[in-house]
C-alpha cells in the first residue's frame, strides 16, 4: 500500500496521474477516506500555498497542485457522501453577469476543495438570480463572487442586494475577489470580506465561517 507520503507528493508536486492511482490503490487496500483528505491531501494544499506565499510556487504550480488533488477527490467525494460525511462549508462560487472570464475563480475554487470545502462552481457570466437559487438549493454557507472587469463588479453589488431581498443575507458570508476588487469595495457593497488570490481566499473562508 503507498504511504502517506507518496500521496502528499504526488498532489504537491502537481503529478495528477500518480495522485490517482495512490488514492486508488490506497483506498483499495482499506484506508479510510475521510482521513485521506484530512492528513494528506488539506496539508498538501496548505504546504502548497505557503509555497505560493513565499513565492517559491507561482500560478502555474497552483493550477496543477489543484488539478492533481482534484483527481485524487473525485474518487474520494462520492465515498465520502455515502458515509454521509459533512464538508468544512459549502461554496457557491461564481464569475458575475457580463464577466467571461474564468482563470482567477477556477483557481480559488480549487484551493477551496483542496482545504476540505464543497464547492459548487456556477461558472461565468452568473446572474444574481443564479446565485441565489444555487446558495439556496445547496444550502451554501458562502457565496463567492469574482469580477475581472471593472465594468461588471457593479453585479457584485447587485448579488448583495438580492441577498436581502430573498431574506438569505443572514444565512450566508458573501466574499469577493478579482484583479479590480478592493476591500474598501467590499465594505462599500456589505460583503463580508476581500482577497486578493487564491491561498489568501481559504483563509478567509475558514476565518469567515468560523466568526
Given at each position: 500500500?503507498?504511504?502517506?507520503?507518496?500521496?502528499?507528493?504526488?498532489?504537491?508536486?502537481?503529478?495528477?496521474?500518480?495522485?490517482?492511482?495512490?488514492?486508488?490503490?490506497?483506498?483499495?487496500?482499506?484506508?479510510?477516506?475521510?482521513?485521506?483528505?484530512?492528513?494528506?491531501?488539506?496539508?498538501?494544499?496548505?504546504?502548497?500555498?505557503?509555497?505560493?506565499?513565499?513565492?517559491?510556487?507561482?500560478?502555474?504550480?497552483?493550477?496543477?497542485?489543484?488539478?492533481?488533488?482534484?483527481?485524487?477527490?473525485?474518487?474520494?467525494?462520492?465515498?465520502?457522501?455515502?458515509?454521509?460525511?459533512?464538508?468544512?462549508?459549502?461554496?457557491?462560487?461564481?464569475?458575475?453577469?457580463?464577466?467571461?472570464?474564468?482563470?482567477?475563480?477556477?483557481?480559488?475554487?480549487?484551493?477551496?476543495?483542496?482545504?476540505?470545502?464543497?464547492?459548487?462552481?456556477?461558472?461565468?457570466?452568473?446572474?444574481?438570480?443564479?446565485?441565489?437559487?444555487?446558495?439556496?438549493?445547496?444550502?451554501?454557507?458562502?457565496?463567492?463572487l469574482s469580477a475581472l472587469l471593472t465594468t461588471t463588479m457593479h453585479s457584485m453589488k447587485a448579488v448583495m442586494?438580492?441577498?436581502?431581498?430573498?431574506?438569505?443575507?443572514?444565512?450566508?458570508?458573501?466574499?469577493?475577489?478579482?484583479?479590480?476588487?478592493?476591500?474598501?469595495?467590499?465594505?462599500?457593497?456589505?460583503?463580508?470580506?476581500?482577497?486578493?488570490?487564491?491561498?489568501?481566499?481559504?483563509?478567509?473562508?475558514?476565518?469567515?465561517?468560523?466568526?
Open positions: 500500500m503507498p504511504t502517506i507520503q507518496t500521496l502528499y507528493d504526488a498532489i504537491l508536486n502537481g503529478n495528477a496521474k500518480a495522485a490517482k492511482e495512490i488514492t486508488q490503490t490506497s483506498l483499495a487496500a482499506g484506508a479510510n477516506p475521510q482521513a485521506l483528505v484530512d492528513d494528506t491531501m488539506i496539508p498538501a494544499m496548505n504546504e502548497v500555498g505557503r509555497r505560493y506565499e513565499a513565492n517559491e510556487y507561482f500560478v502555474p504550480e497552483l493550477l496543477i497542485a489543484a488539478r492533481a488533488m482534484k483527481a485524487s477527490l473525485e474518487l474520494i467525494r462520492p465515498l465520502l457522501s455515502a458515509r454521509g460525511a459533512e464538508p468544512v462549508g459549502r461554496v457557491v462560487i461564481g464569475t458575475v453577469q457580463g464577466d467571461l472570464h474564468d482563470i482567477g475563480k477556477n483557481l480559488v475554487g480549487a484551493m477551496l476543495e483542496g482545504a476540505g470545502f464543497e464547492v459548487i462552481d456556477l461558472g461565468v457570466d452568473v446572474s444574481p438570480e443564479k446565485f441565489i437559487n444555487a446558495a439556496r438549493e445547496k444550502k451554501a454557507t458562502l457565496v463567492a442586494e438580492k441577498l436581502k431581498e430573498s431574506g438569505m443575507r443572514g444565512n450566508v458570508k458573501v466574499m469577493i475577489g478579482g484583479a479590480p476588487v478592493t476591500q474598501k469595495y467590499a465594505d462599500e457593497i456589505g460583503a463580508d470580506g476581500y482577497s486578493s488570490n487564491a491561498n489568501a481566499a481559504v483563509a478567509l473562508a475558514r476565518k469567515l465561517l468560523a466568526a
